[in-house]
């Protein structure tokens, strides 16, 4: 019997043995490669989505800049008027969008999501840079680092054009905020973090992502095995996979600079 024992394990055993852990790395590396693959896919669509949101926010912006009823009332309204309604009203039309009219003086005569706290926090200064740039005729589409976020947003000049004088400026912005990286996550069907710099907080490296804890709180700050310093991503880098556990259990993170 114990010969028999003997043979079995050099001769089935170890043979079994090998073939169940070649089947399994086999698998494993199936499984990388395909999720490799998905990631390249969502990350490059994201990165679609993205562009998809800047041209519509140049759309939206252009749109009511070339409007009538801004471009001949503008002149005459003051902050509170009868624009500030009107935009009010119509601010389903643009999602998530928030929409802000500005005068030749800079001075604010318009804007959506005026109740929204949350908004708050991505409304244009009437001092900041773009809004002068746009009164000066130059239009602009670009992300914004701003105290509490990261932000798109797209400015066009309004013109008069029997005197072909700028008359006011409209600024439209896309918080990239948590309900926004939740609707590209369900486009995608992957986990969407952004991370950047804030200069406010002392260049402190801070993160949006749809990733949640154990309690289902979105994270907060980076974790260990996040990139460190975004701008040195390099492709390297976007090959990158991190093991967890198990050999064969793992995930996937792939970067793209903004």
């Keep these: 019997m114990l010969k028999l024992v003997l043979i079995f394990l050099p001769v089935i055993l170890a043979p079994m043995t090998i073939m169940v852990s070649l089947s399994v790395w086999i698998t494993a590396n199936r499984m990388e490669s395909d999720f490799r693959a998905c990631s390249r896919t969502a990350l490059n669509n994201a990165k679609n989505i993205l562009s998809e949101y800047e041209k519509r926010a140049e759309n939206i912006a252009e749109l009511l800049a070339e ?30 969008a928030i929409v802000e009219v500005f005068d030749i003086k800079k001075q604010l005569v318009a804007r959506t999501y005026t109740d929204e706290n949350l908004a708050k926090a991505f409304f244009t200064n009437p001092e900041a840079p773009l809004v002068a740039e746009t009164l000066g005729m130059k239009k602009a589409s670009d992300y914004f680092v701003l105290k509490d976020g990261l932000a798109l947003k797209a400015s066009w000049p309004i013109v008069n054009y029997k005197t072909l004088e700028p008359v006011g400026a409209v600024i439209v912005t896309y918080p990239l905020n948590i309900l926004f990286l939740r609707t590209i996550k369900e486009w995608i069907q992957s986990e969407v973090t952004v991370i950047f710099e804030s200069e406010s907080d002392g260049k402190l490296m801070r993160v949006f992502t749809t990733l949640q804890d154990q309690k289902a709180y979105p994270l907060e700050r980076l974790w260990e095995t996040a990139v460190s310093d975004f701008r040195a991503v390099t492709e390297r880098d976007i090959q990158k996979r991190e093991r967890i556990i198990f050999f064969y259990r793992f995930y996937i993170i792939l970067y793209k600079n903004i």
């Design 67 to 96: 409007t009538e009823w801004i471009r001949e009332k503008l002149p005459l309204q003051k902050t509170g008027s009868d624009m500030q309604e009107e935009l009010k009203a119509k601010q389903d039309m643009w999602f998530t």
